[in-house]
């Protein structure tokens, strides 16, 4: 996975498209609101496993219905592609997660 640094003209450009997530302290962060703690921590560990999968681990912050999670490349020190390709899985698990939820 590419882990250059995304060109800030790239990173706006995604930004507009991807509405939940943004730049704060230097790393694409979204929070997301859940039902409880537990789901909160279930949702963690799915991106924990996808983090360890690329080897590319993020910032979660767990609490009661609520995650949040930073995305950010201190090798290259800043945001790369890598990190976008890793929010944009983030975003699939949420909905892989939301799903199943949903059809329990």
């Known amino acids: 996975m590419n882990n250059d640094l995304i060109t800030q003209e790239a990173l706006n450009e995604w930004l507009s498209e991807h509405s939940d997530w943004q730049v704060r302290d230097g790393a694409l ?3 997301m609101a859940l039902t409880n703690f537990s789901c909160a921590m279930h949702l963690a560990n799915q991106i924990a496993v996808l983090a360890e999968q690329q080897d590319h681990h ?9 995650l949040e999670i930073f995305w950010v490349s201190h090798d290259v020190k800043g945001i790369s592609q890598r990190d976008v390709n890793l929010a944009l ?9 939301r799903r199943k939820s949903h059809a329990a």
């Open 29 to 31: 962060y979204r929070t």
């Open 58 to 66: 993020p910032q979660l912050n767990v609490s009661w219905g609520s």
């Open 89 to 97: 899985m983030t975003d699939r698990a949420l909905q892989e997660y």
